[in-house]
């Protein structure tokens, strides 16, 4: 089983150039996420999506725009990208009954790191 | 709404020590509480989870209490090994109706094990 995967794991961009970050989970998870990880910041939610064609902000959500096309795959998309959106992005997934005792099964892919220049 | 923070960013113990990492919240109706942790490189991973009708859970050589009176939880883990190297997370519900807008996540505790 491999869980969540995210590609691709290392990126260099310039600013202004777009790119997309693809999620894919084969855990049939309904519920995914996108975070971000800032040095000396907790994860803070971007996007998020509760089931195929669904989609919905988080907590900063500017500059970014995803889409859940299929069930298994969380695309986050930066059309324009910024200095500030240097970071680490973490996708996760849940399969999205019982809550809150769900989040003891949310699943992190191992990240993928960001440089714009 | 939900803040949720830890006490220091950096705790060094000495191995076979327990450690013991803090986290303060701020919304009283927060339902639930997860710590994770982060090894280097890798994204977080459950460690144990812990209900607001709960004072104390206990797992595998950790333990999370709770202190709803002053909005406070630790992760205590007995006996630290040098795999327990990693960024300790807390994390708690934004609110107690429900939600799927994920968890709130306090800034971590890097636990470094001194030999």
């Known amino acids: 089983n491999a869980g969540v995967t995210q590609t691709p794991k290392f990126r260099v961009l310039k600013t202004g150039q777009s790119m997309t970050l693809l999620c894919a989970q084969d855990?049939?998870?309904?519920?995914m996420y996108w975070y971000r990880q800032d040095p000396g910041m907790g994860l803070r939610l971007i996007h998020y999506s509760v089931g195929e064609g669904t989609t919905a902000k988080g907590e900063v959500p500017d500059g970014y725009n995803v889409s859940r096309l299929k069930k298994q795959n969380f695309l986050l998309g930066l059309e324009s990208a910024a200095p500030s959106q240097t970071s680490v992005y973490f996708c996760?997934?849940?399969?999205?009954?019982?809550?809150?005792?769900?989040?003891?099964?949310?699943?992190f892919g191992e990240g993928s790191r960001l440089t714009v220049l | 709404g939900e803040s949720v923070g830890l006490h220091l960013p950096t705790l060094s113990v000495q191995e076979g020590d327990n450690s013991i990492i803090n986290c303060a919240y701020s919304?009283?109706?927060?339902?639930?509480f997860i710590w994770y942790k982060q090894e280097s490189g890798k994204g977080p991973q459950f460690i144990i989870d812990?209900?607001?009708?709960?004072d104390k859970r206990q797992g595998q050589r950790v333990t999370v209490l709770l202190n709803k009176t002053v909005k406070h939880l630790s992760l205590q883990i007995a006996a630290t090994q040098p795999g327990d190297s990693a960024v300790y997370f807390c994390a708690g519900t934004p609110n107690s109706g429900g939600g799927a807008d994920g968890l709130t996540f306090g800034k971590g505790t890097h636990l470094i094990i001194q030999p």
């Open positions: 855990m049939n998870h309904e519920y």
């Open positions: 996760a997934s849940v399969k999205g009954r019982d809550f809150p005792s769900m989040y003891g099964e949310l699943f």
């Open positions: 919304n009283s109706a927060s339902d639930y």
């Open positions: 812990i209900r607001s009708n709960m």
